[in-house]
């Protein structure tokens, strides 16, 4: 892995409180293993072996589940910095049950979850700080996913763009702010029709709710 990279996970919640000298020599240990991706190219497919967990280094990734009619829906996206596929790694789940595409050019690193899950024989001392980092951004994912589906529980269209904003907002603290996603991959996310999703925003925008250019959002004032 290039050194240049070692800053992006000296940042990472996985690695929190590492210095990069420490994450370069635990690497080898945990069988880091670098892979770039072109934009939409698989990373990880339904079925696949579930026993490594990946950290985004550059660019980002989009997970999402395809059911039986062929509906795909986007669960999570993580970017530099960030971890995907953890929870099936240590879920013993054996296989991926999701799959995990590149969103743009993108660089990731694996890491073998056997190795992290035990301490080294090394009796590398920051070892057991990795495994604490890992377990709080297991519970912050855990609570993420749980506010995604006070979200997508509503009934409507209108209610799920409307609760997803409002969250939004209300984490960037200001009612004007910028979502991850274009409207495809927003209406993955909300599990709506994309031309439903268009034509309620268009509505909003008529009733005075709210200003959008493509990613960028104002709540004007909430219902």
């Not at 020599?25 to 490594?52: F, H, I, Q």
């Not at 929870?87 to 990731?108: H, I, K, R, S, Y």
């Not at 495809?184 to 925008?205: H, T, Y």
Request: aromatic share 6%; charged share 25%.
């Amino acid at each position: 892995m290039k050194k240049e990279l070692l800053p992006v996970l000296a940042r990472s919640a996985l690695f929190r409180n590492i210095g990069e000298r420490e994450i370069e020599g635990m690497l080898k240990c945990l069988d880091g293993r670098a892979g770039r991706y072109g934009d939409g190219e698989t990373v990880l497919r339904e079925g696949d072996s579930a026993d490594a967990l990946g950290v985004v280094l550059s660019g980002g990734v989009r997970i999402s589940r395809t059911d039986f009619n062929g509906i795909r829906s986007v669960l999570a996206e993580a970017g530099p910095g960030e971890l995907f596929a953890e929870a099936f790694a240590f879920a013993g789940a054996g296989q991926m049950a999701v799959d995990v595409t590149a969103a743009g050019e993108t660089e990731v690193l694996m890491l073998n979850a056997e190795r992290l899950a035990h301490t080294c024989s090394n009796a590398c001392e920051f070892h057991s700080r990795l495994i604490l980092n890992l377990l709080r951004v297991m519970a912050s994912k855990n609570l993420t996913m749980n506010r995604k589906l006070q979200i997508t529980s509503r009934r409507t269209t209108r209610e799920k763009l409307l609760a997803y904003l409002e969250m939004q907002a209300k984490q960037a603290g200001n009612p004007s702010f910028t979502i991850p996603f274009d409207r495809q991959g927003l209406a993955d996310f909300l599990e709506v029709d994309r031309s439903g999703l268009s034509a309620e925003i268009g509505k909003l925008r008529r009733e005075g709710v709210l200003t959008s250019s493509k990613n960028r959002f104002t709540l004007l004032r909430t219902q």
